[in-house]
């Protein structure tokens, strides 16, 4: 029976890999680039490199409980939070698979309280990585979906190495931006301005499949809303209201909403991304500008949610206008179907 099933397996990789309209990423990364005629492939080399990584970390991901690499190392981050040994594996993943390629001048990691320098023996290129390494941690170990989130920026300053100010950068400058889901199974989702592309990883090859070709949300969105509701008392006021007409109960809520919220952005944003919907991570009294970060969260999604037709606000602001002035700093967020994002910013402006 093994021996059926692993034949029928062989067959199937076989297929794939000869079956024209079968796309790996590294084919819709190489076809994209012929479409960039001032394309040098320094930036097809950032994004081959990005996918070697996401193999790897969805390899130790799928496995963390037989290695025992669940738990924390009892370390915290800069952000305070507990290290997850798989969020420091993670980060060291990216970071070698990145650092000798010559595309980048630096990086920045949630991980890292400063930005990350290449190293002296390698040459230097003209872009800038930043990524979350492994989003969503708080869920290893518990088996919920967890992701790595990534943004490219051009340099923008003079000199071989990379500097804070080429990391602060507006989010409409960014030249690329993705996430890798690590789920019931591992998706990478990414644009380079040209719409949004989902690649599903078959293990039996290793290779990522072209599976979600011009990813755009849909029209009319289902109606979700998706948002930590614990923290309703210390909303604002008009982020109270907004959920009272979520939930249809202010009288004038003649469309019900359903509810889903998983606690890992990469996993809520794509569901949001699919279904369409609004996920919401707002400012609070004790958080006045929210929890997520604008350089390794907020942006990349808002760039994706844009490419595939969506609004991306801090509930007043268009993300991508948003000028960081730190690389950590955090940003409330508002993100998905463009009517819905929209309406949100109509209840949030009675704040003002
Ligand atoms: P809360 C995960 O820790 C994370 O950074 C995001 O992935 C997620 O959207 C958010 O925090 C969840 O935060 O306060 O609801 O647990």
Avoid at 31 to 55: H, M, Q, V, Y
Wanted: proline share 4%; aromatic share 8%.
């Amino acid at each position: 029976m093994f021996w059926r099933w692993a034949g029928s397996q062989q067959s199937k990789s076989h297929e794939a890999m000869t079956n024209s309209s079968v796309v790996t990423l590294e084919r819709h990364i190489v076809e994209e680039e012929r479409n960039r005629p001032e394309a040098t492939g320094a930036f097809s080399n950032i994004l081959l490199s990005i996918t070697l990584a996401a193999k790897i970390i969805s390899r130790e991901v799928n496995k963390a409980g037989i290695v025992d690499l669940l738990g924390g190392t009892g370390d915290t981050n800069v952000q305070g939070e507990r290290v997850q040994k798989l969020d420091l594996y993670a980060q060291d993943v990216i970071y070698r698979a990145m650092d000798h390629t010559g595309a980048l001048c630096c990086m920045v990691s949630e991980e890292s309280e400063d930005i990350l320098p290449i190293p002296e023996q390698f040459p230097k290129g003209k872009y800038v990585l930043i990524f979350d390494p492994l989003d969503g941690s708080s869920n290893i170990d518990v088996n919920v979906s967890i992701g790595t989130i990534f943004s490219v920026h051009r340099k923008i300053t003079d000199g071989e190495d990379g500097t804070v100010e080429d990391c602060l950068q507006a989010g409409c400058k960014q030249v690329a931006a993705g996430y890798v889901l690590y789920g019931s199974s591992t998706m990478l989702v990414y644009t380079s301005g040209q719409g949004v592309h989902g690649f599903t990883l078959d293990p039996s090859i290793g290779e990522f499949l072209l599976s979600h070709r011009d990813l755009v949300i849909p029209d009319p969105p289902s109606r979700m809303y998706s948002i930590n509701e614990a923290y309703y008392p210390r909303w604002s006021r008009g982020q109270q209201r907004l959920m009272q007409h979520l939930k249809g109960l202010d009288g004038e809520g003649t469309v019900s909403y359903s509810s889903r919220y998983i606690g890992s952005l990469v996993a809520d944003f794509h569901r949001t991304l699919l279904k369409g919907g609004i996920f919401m991570y707002p400012a609070d009294s004790k958080s006045p500008h929210g929890k997520l970060r604008l350089l390794y969260e907020a942006a990349p999604m808002a760039m994706i949610c844009e490419q595939a037709g969506g609004r991306a606000s801090d509930g007043g602001t268009r993300i991508l206008d948003l000028i960081p002035e730190a690389i950590h700093q955090r940003t409330p967020l508002y993100i998905g179907s463009s009517e819905i994002v929209a309406m949100a910013e109509d209840f949030l402006a009675e704040d003002v």
